[in-house]
């Protein structure tokens, strides 16, 4: 491989500005980094430090306080094992209950002296002399590592969609993950921009406060009713004087989670009974048959991210609401125009589109062994060795990795085996003082054919356009299984694999 000029100047490490090598530099302050922090911290790994871009921990759940934001999975499925939260209001908890629950882990844990705020990180390189990390901040700072977790996460980099006239429209524009609690929407024209999981927790919301919403939608997709619920007292008080109770639910909802992969993953009867409910639940709340007809998916289910939600559909038949299904020409100072030559008027647009998924690049430049450039090697899709590790990149360590991703379970139970899969790797680094701890590409190349081989197979390659695929239509997202078999590969670090280097 070859790496420019420019690169490789990039890549030299400045070591004068660095005053400690800390055992571990983990980057951002979400669920992963602080997860991460805790795990290490019990093994025994105690010099850290963890660079945070923004001014509080929670990475997404901080970003994401939209009206109605909250996640899809049950919270005592999307928390972490060893800290449970008996505290739950409901079986669907919002967003500000979820970044509460982030904020306690850090007093809990103690982990506050560890984080530097403000300290985007712009360039991590690999300096073999000194066998260490380097991470250059926005701020002007260096930071030197043994170790090195990328806890940055997938869905932190927000994105305004590249659409003709983004430029030229007048009125107000909102990203999903960048509210502006500021506007009024009482009284306005609001245009919503996307059909996601995002955009169906906001769009009742938009409906209940502005004065006409206007959906527009490219793919319907497939909607399940959600079984939330607020939790009773009673269920509360049995989970602080039994915690054994909480746990068991918690492989009640494992285990049924885990069930729905066979329908959501794979084409089986499974999925004909999924689609079956999801069609009962349109039918149920849509009586019109022209626009159940429009909000009736073409594609498998699971194909893309199902959604959950028990309110969408009626906010589109309120007096208030209009589905627009026309594909957007152009934005234009005024509002939207769609393809059939209607100007929809807006006072404000709401972008419910999405993030910068790092499918074939990363955040900022990493550089490893020689120089080499990880956003260049992963131009034509991400790999890695079990979602956590890449050749040529010695002691660095992924959370949410490349082909980590579930399509129906909690992304925190992948998350929780990764962690404890890294933990083992920054151990043998610190305590065996190993000069890198590096992936053979040998063992990365057959890794990532067979996951490629079970790919082909499933819902997510069956032909629909996804955000888990790149243009061409390479998945370097999901993980083709079960959580249990992830969590099962993940259970130890094979040294046979790696290259030990004292």
Same mark, same amino acid.
């Given at each position: 491989?070859?790496?420019?000029?420019?690169?490789?100047?990039?890549?030299?490490? #400045?070591?004068?500005?660095?005053?400690?090598?800390?055992?571990?530099?983990?980057?951002?302050?979400?669920?992963?980094?602080?997860?991460?922090?805790i795990r290490l911290r019990r093994a025994g790994i105690r010099d850290i430090?963890?660079?945070?871009?923004?001014?509080?921990?929670?990475?997404?759940?901080?970003?994401?306080?939209?009206?109605?934001?909250a996640c899809d999975i049950p919270s005592n499925l999307y928390s972490y094992?060893? !800290?449970?939260?008996?505290?739950?209001?409901?079986?669907?908890?919002?967003?500000?209950?979820?970044?509460?629950?982030?904020?306690?882990?850090?007093? #809990?844990?103690?982990?506050?002296?560890?984080?530097?705020?403000?300290?985007?990180?712009?360039?991590?390189?690999?300096?073999?002399?000194?066998?260490?990390?380097?991470? &250059?901040? !926005?701020?002007?700072?260096?930071?030197?590592?043994?170790?090195?977790?990328?806890?940055?996460?997938?869905?932190?980099?927000?994105?305004?969609?590249?659409?003709?006239?983004?430029?030229?429209?007048?009125?107000? &524009?909102?990203? =999903?993950?960048?509210?502006?609690?500021?506007?009024?929407?009482?009284?306005?024209?609001? !245009?919503?921009?996307?059909?996601?999981?995002?955009?169906?927790?906001?769009?009742?919301?938009?409906?209940?406060?502005?004065?006409?919403?206007?959906?527009?939608?490219?793919?319907?997709?497939?909607? %399940?009713?959600?079984?939330?619920?607020?939790?009773?007292? $009673?269920?509360?008080?049995?989970?602080?004087?039994?915690?054994?109770?909480?746990?068991?639910?918690?492989?009640?909802?494992?285990?049924?989670?885990?069930?729905?992969?066979?329908?959501?993953?794979?084409?089986?009867?499974?999925? @004909?009974?999924?689609?079956?409910?999801?069609?009962?639940?349109?039918?149920?709340?849509?009586?019109?048959? $022209?626009?159940?007809?429009? %909000?009736?998916?073409?594609?498998?289910?699971?194909?893309?991210?199902? *959604?959950?939600? +028990?309110?969408?559909?009626?906010?589109?038949?309120?007096?208030?609401?209009?589905?627009?299904?026309?594909?957007?020409?152009?934005? =234009?100072?005024?509002?939207?125009?769609?393809?059939?030559?209607?100007?929809?008027?807006?006072?404000?647009?709401?972008?419910?589109?999405?993030?910068?998924?790092?499918?074939?690049?990363?955040?900022?430049?990493?550089?490893?062994?020689?120089?080499?450039?990880?956003?260049?090697?992963?131009?034509? @899709?991400?790999?890695?060795?079990?979602?956590?590790?890449?050749?040529?990149?010695?002691?660095?360590?992924?959370?949410?990795?490349? +082909?980590?991703?579930?399509?129906? +379970? =909690?992304?925190?139970?992948?998350?929780?085996?990764?962690?404890?899969?890294?933990?083992?790797?920054?151990? *043998?680094?610190?305590?065996?003082?190993?000069?890198?701890?590096?992936?053979?590409?040998?063992?990365?190349?057959?890794?990532?054919?067979?996951?490629?081989?079970?790919?082909?197979?499933?819902?997510?390659?069956?032909?629909?356009?996804?955000?888990?695929?790149? @243009?061409?239509?390479? +998945?370097?997202?999901?993980?083709?299984?079960?959580?249990?078999?992830?969590?099962?590969?993940?259970?130890?670090?094979?040294?046979?694999?790696?290259? %030990?280097?004292?």
């Amino acid at each position: 491989m070859t790496t420019s000029p420019q690169a490789r100047r990039s890549a030299r490490p #400045q070591d004068s500005a660095v005053l400690h090598t800390y055992e571990t530099l983990i980057v951002g302050a979400g669920f992963a980094g602080l997860g991460s922090a805790i795990r290490l911290r019990r093994a025994g790994i105690r010099d850290i430090v963890i660079l945070e871009r923004g001014n509080a921990v929670g990475g997404t759940w901080r970003d994401n306080q939209y009206p109605g934001a909250a996640c899809d999975i049950p919270s005592n499925l999307y928390s972490y094992s060893f !800290a449970p939260n008996p505290e739950w209001s409901r079986a669907y908890s919002g967003s500000r209950e979820i970044l509460s629950y982030i904020g306690s882990l850090v007093r #809990q844990y103690e982990l506050a002296p560890l984080i530097r705020f403000g300290q985007e990180v712009i360039e991590l390189a690999f300096d073999k002399a000194s066998r260490r990390w380097l991470a &250059k901040t !926005a701020a002007g700072q260096t930071y030197g590592a043994r170790t090195v977790v990328m806890a940055q996460g997938p869905l932190s980099n927000a994105r305004f969609p590249d659409m003709p006239g983004i430029g030229c429209f007048e009125g107000h &524009k909102i990203h =999903s993950a960048r509210w502006d609690h500021g506007y009024d929407f009482a009284g306005k024209r609001v !245009a919503v921009i996307g059909t996601g999981a995002s955009a169906i927790q906001i769009i009742p919301e938009m409906v209940k406060q502005a004065g006409f919403v206007k959906v527009f939608q490219r793919t319907p997709g497939w909607v %399940l009713p959600r079984p939330d619920y607020g939790t009773p007292d $009673w269920m509360r008080a049995l989970f602080r004087r039994a915690p054994a109770a909480q746990s068991a639910l918690r492989q009640v909802l494992y285990g049924a989670h885990e069930s729905m992969a066979t329908g959501l993953i794979w084409r089986t009867p499974a999925s @004909g009974l999924l689609e079956q409910v999801a069609r009962l639940h349109l039918r149920s709340q849509v009586q019109d048959d $022209w626009m159940r007809r429009q %909000l009736t998916p073409d594609h498998r289910i699971g194909c893309k991210r199902v *959604l959950v939600s +028990n309110d969408y559909y009626p906010s589109l038949q309120q007096p208030n609401a209009k589905l627009i299904t026309w594909p957007i020409a152009t934005l =234009s100072p005024r509002g939207i125009r769609t393809v059939e030559g209607v100007e929809h008027q807006a006072d404000c647009i709401v972008f419910a589109t999405g993030f910068d998924v790092s499918k074939t690049g990363t955040p900022f430049p990493v550089h490893g062994l020689g120089g080499r450039l990880l956003s260049e090697e992963w131009q034509r @899709g991400a790999q890695a060795y079990r979602s956590v590790s890449v050749a040529g990149y010695p002691n660095l360590f992924f959370t949410f990795g490349p +082909n980590s991703g579930p399509g129906h +379970n =909690s992304a925190l139970v992948y998350l929780e085996s990764q962690i404890d899969y890294i933990v083992q790797g920054v151990r *043998l680094v610190i305590e065996r003082d190993l000069k890198w701890l590096d992936v053979h590409e040998g063992a990365q190349q057959r890794y990532n054919a067979a996951i490629q081989r079970r790919l082909a197979g499933t819902n997510w390659n069956s032909g629909c356009k996804s955000w888990y695929l790149t @243009g061409d239509g390479f +998945n370097g997202t999901m993980y083709p299984g079960f959580a249990t078999q992830y969590r099962l590969q993940m259970r130890r670090l094979p040294q046979r694999d790696y290259s %030990l280097v004292r």
